[in-house]
């Protein structure tokens, strides 16, 4: 399948010859692997000769117990392999990014994190069913959505604004008191958080039209706070009148208990409902967009540790709340994975690779060619990407679009790759070919990088080995000595060593290990 044809192999060096420190069973060990190993090993102290001898014994095992495990072909097994295709494709993806700018990317969306911006907003919509939309489709909405701006700008109120266009059947008007990352689209997104109470947004293009936003505030994100939590649930998930008030009356009781001065604890262990968490005191910690709405709500209207919630009911049934702690603000390191996959699946994964991007277009002398774009442009705004015009007439474009590593990248080879991997959730022409776009440049330097990295990086073959020889370690001591009784242990690996040296032929270089200096 053609998808980077144009690709030429990067040039393949001239490789030193290394010392072989060992011979084990007809392979050899390198003396980098050696001392890549023995730099993990605290006890090896090369200035002391016994030190130096009782390593090279351990080494020397660890290789032949290896060398086992292949001879009982366990490194060709499905379980095997997808480990260690796993471990290679994360082990790449660690040298193919740039981690400053990646974490610049994350701290951006943890301090996002940190505020909740309430907003109005006009939304000016696409035709209804319309699916995607081109530059002629949207020239008209767009106009519409300015001549409201203007209004609004010229000193309208935005609410009376919005009411007058109430039976307008292409616009909607919102009211979002409460705004997250990765609720909207990125565009979106960096607007809503870059206004200002007061503030009133030009129309700002997004997957469903047109929006004109209003700042109403900024209001500060509660946090994380730790509660004692009672429920009484109702007896069926669709409770009559009777039940419900049934169930409103048994945590009534229980919360005047609690007034009382009844130990909350106790309460929690003998009546909650919820026998799991009643075990662990009904320990239950509320975070924003974690928890139903009803506890949210309720949670974060207790103000001082001791508050005890009056009953609230959601779906489930009854709830009573008591206020334990307010928990720490999370770290960015602790929050890191998170945000990481929130971006990865939440149409942000580019961003994560800008940095990346920006720095292998300086190595690999990128070009790119604007008057090329702007002709595949100026046909996006005729006919959307995917559509059979585009892909026959662009297929048939022959400009340079973008130069990499002295190889020339057509306007057609783009369009082809466009068509085998069109993947972004763009729905308005241009940024869905600026998305696809942004991805044939990432994929064409990754796999220029991918493939000079291990020239590059001499460890990337040595924690790969590492990998493969634990890997293997593990399965082969499993077989032959773990999953055996704790007091035949000893035993048996004393009889394996012995039957691995009579076995495979051993050659140790003691020449170049006397020269070790660390």
């Given at each position: 399948m053609l998808v980077l044809a144009a690709m030429v192999a990067a040039a393949e060096g001239k490789e030193k010859k290394e010392?072989?420190?060992?011979?084990?069973?007809?392979?050899?060990?390198?003396?980098?692997?050696?001392?890549?190993?023995?730099?993990?090993?605290?006890?090896?102290?090369?200035?002391?000769?016994?030190?130096?001898?009782n390593y090279v014994e351990l080494y020397k095992n660890f290789k032949l117990k290896v060398a086992d495990a292949e001879a009982l072909q366990m490194h060709t097994t499905d379980r095997f392999d997808h480990f260690f295709e796993q471990y290679k494709l994360d082990l790449q993806a660690s040298y193919l990014i740039d981690k400053s700018s990646q974490d610049s990317v994350m701290r951006i969306i943890y301090e996002r994190e940190k505020v909740i911006p309430a907003i109005k907003q006009i939304v000016f919509l696409y035709p209804e069913g319309q699916r995607f939309a081109i530059t002629k489709d949207t020239v008209e909405l767009y106009q519409k959505a300015k001549v409201i701006y203007d209004r609004i700008k010229n000193g309208e109120s935005f609410e009376a604004v919005a009411e007058s266009l109430e039976d307008e059947r292409d616009v909607i008007y919102l009211i979002n008191e409460q705004i997250f990352p990765f609720q909207f689209t990125s565009r979106l997104e960096e607007r809503?958080?870059?206004?200002?109470?007061?503030?009133?947004?030009e129309p700002v293009r997004s997957s469903d039209g047109f929006h004109i936003l209003k700042s109403d505030a900024i209001n500060p994100h509660p946090g994380k706070i730790r509660t004692a939590h009672i429920i009484s649930f109702f007896p069926s998930t669709e409770p009559t009148d009777e039940e419900i008030e049934e169930t409103r009356l048994k945590s009534e009781k229980i919360y005047n208990m609690a007034l009382a001065g009844e130990d909350f604890t106790k309460l929690v262990m003998e009546l909650s409902d919820d026998t799991t968490s009643a075990r662990n005191g009904g320990l239950l910690d509320i975070e924003l967009r974690k928890r139903i709405k009803e506890v949210e709500v309720a949670g974060f209207a207790l103000k001082n540790i001791g508050d005890i919630s009056k009953p609230f009911h959601s779906r489930y049934g009854y709830h009573i709340l008591k206020l334990l702690e307010r928990l720490p603000e999370t770290s960015f390191e602790e929050k890191q994975s998170e945000i990481f996959e929130d971006m990865r699946y939440g149409g942000?994964?580019?961003?994560?690779?800008?940095?990346?991007?920006?720095?292998?277009?300086?190595?690999?002398?990128?070009?790119?060619?604007?008057?090329?774009?702007?002709?595949?442009?100026?046909?996006?705004?005729?006919?959307?990407?995917?559509?059979?015009?585009?892909?026959?007439?662009?297929?048939?474009?022959?400009?340079?679009?973008?130069?990499?590593?002295?190889?020339?990248?057509?306007?057609?080879?783009?369009?082809?790759y466009l068509h085998l991997k069109h993947r972004s959730p763009q729905t308005y022409s241009l940024d869905?070919?600026?998305?696809?776009?942004?991805?044939?440049?990432?994929?064409?330097?990754?796999?220029?990088?991918?493939?000079?990295?291990?020239?590059?990086?001499?460890?990337?073959?040595?924690?790969?080995?590492?990998?493969?020889?634990?890997?293997?370690?593990?399965?082969?001591?499993?077989?032959?000595?773990?999953?055996?009784?704790?007091?035949?242990?000893?035993?048996?690996?004393?009889?394996?060593?012995?039957?691995?040296?009579?076995?495979?032929?051993?050659?140790?270089?003691?020449?170049?290990?006397r020269k070790i200096k660390m």
């Open positions: 010392p072989v420190v060992m011979t084990v069973a007809g392979k050899d060990v390198l003396l980098s692997e050696f001392l890549y190993m023995a730099k993990k090993d605290n006890s090896v102290n090369f200035k002391n000769k016994k030190a130096v001898n809503i958080f870059s206004m200002k109470p007061g503030d009133i947004s942000r994964l580019f961003d994560l690779y800008y940095g990346f991007v920006e720095r292998m277009k300086v190595r690999h002398g990128y070009v790119f060619y604007p008057e090329a774009y702007r002709e595949l442009a100026r046909l996006a705004d005729q006919y959307f990407p995917l559509d059979s015009v585009f892909l026959t007439q662009g297929k048939a474009l022959e400009k340079t679009l973008i130069k990499v590593a002295n190889d020339d990248y057509s306007q057609g080879l783009f369009v082809e869905f070919m600026k998305d696809v776009f942004d991805y044939f440049v990432y994929e064409i330097l990754r796999e220029l990088e991918e493939r000079s990295l291990e020239k590059d990086n001499p460890e990337f073959l040595l924690r790969l080995q590492e990998f493969y020889d634990g890997t293997l370690l593990f399965e082969v001591s499993d077989k032959r000595v773990w999953r055996h009784p704790v007091e035949e242990q000893e035993a048996l690996e004393a009889e394996w060593i012995k039957e691995l040296n009579e076995k495979y032929p051993v050659k140790i270089n003691w020449k170049v290990i």
